[in-house]
């Protein structure tokens, strides 16, 4: 009630959408309300990324035979799933992008590292499997990263001058190259997290912690009832 109190209150000061949540878990934000409008550009990105953790689950599994490396990458990308169905909320993708940059540092020590030890016995197949699993995982991370930084420059905080994945972003617009089928992805996760009209695998889709508190402020607050901003210069 408190948090519902202080959001209407930014509200009624002027603050709306995403600009009302600015709570934070250590350095994980605490999304409430919609993603920003940069993040949903990107959902593309996002799919084609999920679609390449996907690709690797089955390299890993049917191909090399890494079962545990192959399980891990296909639960990496169901959380993927999951967050691009959340609207891109950032909450679980930093949880995401925090578990891909510690796959990263686990399969290049426990996977990559001794193969390269053994390469003269491996086959390329799986020589490929190994190297492509922790630059899947970075280049997930590096996503992450991103999309952290265009949070925090929208909520408060100075954006981080490290972001590798900046330039991709800028330069190459998915949406366009790539004919994505997003429908596809729609039924693919109401399956497994259900829909607003029916469960999923893992029961009936429960309303989204993350997106409660400001509909309990817009309802409180209707937008004829917010004041403008003090001018602060």
Aim: hydrophobic content about 45%.
């Amino acid at each position: 009630m408190a948090d519902t109190i202080w959001a209407g209150k930014k509200l009624q000061d002027g603050i709306t959408s995403g600009e009302v949540n600015q709570q934070w878990f250590f350095c994980i934000p605490i999304q409430i309300g919609p993603a920003t409008e940069y993040a949903r550009s990107l959902q593309h990105w996002f799919m084609l990324i999920i679609l390449i953790q996907a690709a690797e689950t089955v390299m890993q599994i049917i191909l090399i035979q890494e079962f545990v490396t192959g399980l891990l990458m296909g639960f990496t990308a169901i959380i993927a799933l999951y967050a691009w169905h959340q609207d891109m909320n950032i909450t679980y993708i930093c949880a995401w992008g925090i578990f891909c940059l510690v796959q990263a540092v686990t399969t290049t020590i426990g996977d990559l590292l001794p193969a390269i030890e053994s390469l003269a016995t491996l086959d390329v197949t799986s020589i490929v499997a190994m190297a492509t699993a922790p630059l899947v995982y970075l280049f997930s991370a590096a996503f992450a990263w991103h999309l952290y930084n265009d949070y925090r420059s929208h909520h408060g905080k100075t954006a981080l001058d490290f972001d590798p994945f900046a330039k991709y972003a800028e330069k190459y617009d998915l949406g366009e190259k790539i004919p994505l089928n997003e429908g596809i992805f729609d039924k693919a996760a109401n399956r497994m997290f259900g829909s607003t009209e029916t469960g999923g695998w893992f029961g009936a889709k429960a309303q989204n912690p993350f997106e409660t508190l400001e509909h309990q402020v817009q309802d409180a607050f209707p937008a004829g009832q917010r004041g403008k901003p003090d001018c602060c210069c």
